[in-house]
């Protein structure tokens, strides 16, 4: 796989339930970051976590790195309706310049 | 809350035809990005550009492309002479004020290019 590529490619739940997505890379990374975006919207960041930390935490959000598998989640918990749209991880690759690679994206379906 | 904006928020225009395409980061940001997402594909990288000058630019910023930072806000992305395949959601990103690599990027709404 490419770098940064998310599983599942789509994910419907229920509202109410938890949301888990992954996403791996091949490379080595400074930081990896999750953005969402809204059918045919802009990217909005969410949380951003850098190599030599394991887990964080923004509300409903966590996010974990597991660099020697590299390997990440999120995972949203008590999932609302609003949360339904697209979620990709983006990888900031060392000595690249602080370019960001994405992945293909997690099409996430949250249904009232 | 400072965010990053693009216009136009929509470009449609013939082949052949060279587009414009403008941005205005953060207000104290040093770092901007272009990147672009071709529908229902992956966002991809296309340059990067400090202290007036590219960085680092991928195989898709041909001879084509171009950036300017004309002044102290605006950050443009021109494409000379578009194709079909440059039809794309663009979006432009912009990141802090340090050389730190941990500061997020932040990105506009983007604009979708249209080319007939």
């Known amino acids: 796989s490419q770098q940064g590529e998310e599983d599942p490619q789509a994910l419907s739940i229920q509202e109410g339930e938890n949301a888990t997505m992954n996403c791996s890379y091949k490379?080595?990374?400074?930081?990896l970051q999750w953005y969402r975006q809204n059918s045919g919207r802009g990217l909005v960041h969410l949380i951003l976590?850098?190599?030599?930390?394991r887990e964080k935490h923004s509300g409903r959000l966590r996010v974990t790195l597991d660099t020697s598998k590299k390997s990440s989640s999120l995972l949203i918990t008590a999932s609302r309706a609003a949360d339904t749209a697209s979620y990709f991880c983006?990888?900031?690759?060392?000595?690249?310049?602080?370019?960001?690679?994405f992945g293909g994206g997690t099409r996430l379906m949250v249904k009232p | 809350e400072p965010e990053v904006t693009q216009t136009p928020s929509h470009q449609v225009t013939q082949m052949g035809q060279e587009v414009i395409l403008r941005c205005v980061p953060i207000?104290?940001?040093?770092?901007f990005y272009w990147y672009r997402q071709i529908l229902g594909q992956k966002v991809e990288f296309l340059v990067s550009?400090?202290?007036?000058?590219?960085?680092?630019k991928s195989e898709i910023f041909d001879d084509q492309f171009s950036v300017e930072r004309p002044d102290g806000s605006n950050f443009t992305l021109k494409i000379r002479s578009t194709k079909l395949e440059d039809s794309a959601m663009y979006f432009c990103?912009?990141?802090?004020?340090?050389?730190?690599?941990?500061?997020?990027?932040?990105f506009g709404p983007g604009t979708r290019l249209t080319v007939l």
């Open positions: 990103a912009s990141r802090g004020t340090s050389a730190s690599s941990t500061d997020t990027q932040y």
């Open positions: 490379t080595s990374i400074n930081n």
């Open positions: 976590i850098r190599s030599n930390e």
């Open positions: 983006a990888t900031e690759k060392s000595n690249a310049g602080n370019m960001l690679t």
């Open positions: 207000s104290n940001h040093l770092y």
């Open positions: 550009f400090y202290n007036n000058e590219i960085s680092e």
